[in-house]
């Protein structure tokens, strides 16, 4: 059995966070992704997957994964520069370049891989990345990963971000990154104003679109399209399939020069092993269905509003979020356990958010609505919040 001189330390932390009311462990699903699902043995009313346009168990996915396991196999059996790259990946790539009208598309086998190793392919030492303070875990990550320096800046704050960008103008290069939607507020990003900085000061912008790409904009083609971003001031975008795509995997888009450093430098490219070829496959199904059914993107929106207007005449502490992320602030960690459990209860099932995923003081219920949802369910939510929160 393998363990480390420290268990006894390592025991005690642990100990230390169950106490603290931040321990976390896995739970077993079974059966498909959807709004009921089974978990640890028990049905529940699910507002809490990712799972935005409700693709994740579409016949049209199914059948192009198993039409792609009978023609390319299971694994993809090297990385993309050797043997891993199939005729799928190749179609997504240059089908994902059309859809984001960016030059090139490269995949990656997990948005969180694919952060990491865009920001560390793209900056060195001598560089800077400036960061939004709420960006997604695998942003920060790839700035430390990076040789380069970095700074962060407050929350989608422009004037402390144009602060930034005065003071580092002796950095070689400069890298803005922010999420387009932030994961456990909702809310997006300036992004028009973001741009626009970066002209002015000659710097790159990377945005993680992985909740916005397939949800946000007429098309579904993510913030850009929402803030209506001309195609030649585009931004360095990061998309994942496992969110609104209902797959797995992600992919950066951006120009040819980008796309083919990135093949060059990012090591989490490099030196990983291909997605399956029947993911590819099944992810070119999806892309069709968010590109073809714009319903599922109306019919979200209204179930957005639907509980946002439930909610408010509750008085329940919402954020300014017109997002499928939809958090309640309860503040206080073990009241948020409580709270969850509670709803669990009453058979419906929620992510409770604690620290240090969001900052001391700002435990919440993160609530995410589904196209798959319908108007019965979502009351059926408010009706439990009510007695839950408010009783």
Sequence with gaps: MASVPWSTQL?????????????????????????????????????????????????????????????????????????????????????????????????????????????????????????????????????RLSAANQLRYRHADITALAM???????????????????????????????????????????????????VLGVKGRGSAEHFQIKQTNLPIEMGTFGKAFGTAGAFVAADEVVIETLIQQARTYVYTTAQPPAIAAATLASLKLVQDENWRREKLTALIQQFRTGAKDLGLALMPSMTAIQPIVIGDEKQAIKIGQALEDKGLLVGVIRPPTVPEGSARLRITLSANHNEQQVTQLLNALAVVCVA
Excluded at 14 to 35: D, F, H, N, S, T
Excluded at 59 to 80: R, W, Y
Excluded at 177 to 205: C, R, W
């Design 164 to 214: 930034r960008l005065q003071q580092s103008e002796q950095a070689n290069n400069r890298l803005v990154v922010s999420d387009g939607v932030f994961s456990m507020d909702g809310d997006l990003a300036p992004l028009p104003e973001i741009m626009s900085l970066a002209k002015t000061y000659n710097t790159a912008v990377l945005i993680d679109d992985a909740h916005g790409f397939g």
């Design 11 to 143: 025991a005690n932390n642990l100990a230390e966070r169950k106490a603290a009311g931040r321990y976390r462990k896995p739970r077993i699903r079974l059966g498909e992704q959807g709004v009921d699902v089974v978990v640890d043995g028990k049905k529940y009313l699910s507002f809490c997957s990712n799972d935005y346009l409700g693709l994740a168990e579409h016949p049209a996915l199914k059948k192009a994964f198993i039409d792609g396991v009978e023609q390319e196999g299971v694994g993809s059996g090297a990385a993309h520069l050797l043997t891993g790259h199939s005729r799928y990946h190749q179609q997504l790539e240059e089908a994902l370049a059309d859809f984001t009208g960016q030059q090139r598309v490269l995949l990656f086998s997990s948005g969180y891989q694919a952060n990491m190793g865009i920001i560390d392919g793209l900056m060195a030492r001598g560089d800077l990345i400036i960061q939004d303070k709420l960006n997604h875990a695998s942003l920060l990550d790839g700035g």
